[in-house]
């Protein structure tokens, strides 16, 4: 609600005394888009150029006073975002698991190893997705082992990088070809 400093809508407090199921909403002329508050078991902001909270439907909700199942008015915003927003928390969820903790001074360093992290998960759910009926046991492979083999994969692949079957230049062979002196000769130092 600080992106919406001018938007007044019902605070928390007055909800509250109206009881589950209270909606407040407002509409931005310029944009068109719908900001809803909603109380559930708290208040829930939602901001939408896409649906507003009509038409209101009810859901079931369970109350711990009654301590049953009771009926709640719920907007339709909150209902289609409920209907999408598994994906995103499952793949947030995932990355979360087995997250890369190293320390870097490079900002960009981070962006780079969360993008390699969704990489490997989004690997990983689509071997889980063309295995799903094989009884092979890499079918049911969990996402430890996962990036484990993944990773020894990626060092076993590294190739010789002066090698001619792969077809490099033969500058950039001599390039990568490693002295087989690494000390430094006599003559360097006795000359001055």
């Known amino acids: 609600m600080n992106r919406l400093k001018e938007c007044q809508l019902s605070s928390e407090k007055e909800m509250k005394k109206t009881g589950r199921g209270a909606v407040d909403s407002l509409v ?19 901001l939408s150029s896409y649906i507003g909270p009509e038409p209101l439907t009810k859901v079931k909700r369970y109350d711990k006073k009654q301590k049953s199942m009771i009926s709640v008015e719920c907007p339709a ?14 793949h947030d969820s995932l990355t979360a698991l087995y997250r890369y903790h190293i320390k870097s001074r490079r ?4 962006i780079f190893f969360y993008t390699f992290n969704m990489m490997v998960v989004n690997a990983w759910l689509r071997h889980r997705h063309h295995a799903h009926g094989s009884t092979e046991k890499s079918a ?42 690494p000390c430094p000769r006599a003559s360097r130092f006795l000359d001055k």
Not at 38 to 45: L, S, Y
Not at 107 to 110: A, F, G, K, N, T
Not at 148 to 156: A, D
Not at 171 to 179: A, E, F, H, K, W
Request: with cysteine.
């Open 28 to 46: 931005e002329t310029k944009s068109g888009c719908f900001v809803v508050r909603w109380f559930d078991n708290r208040t829930v902001d939602l």
């Open 107 to 110: 900002w960009y360093m981070y």
């Open 140 to 181: 049911q492979m969990k996402l430890s082992k996962f990036q484990v083999m993944l990773s020894n994969q990626l060092i076993k692949l590294r190739p010789k990088l002066a090698d001619p079957a792969l077809g490099i230049h033969p500058l950039l062979q001599s390039m990568c070809t490693v002295r087989k002196d």
């Open 77 to 90: 915003v909150v209902i289609e975002y409920n209907k999408f927003m598994g994906g995103i928390d499952l």
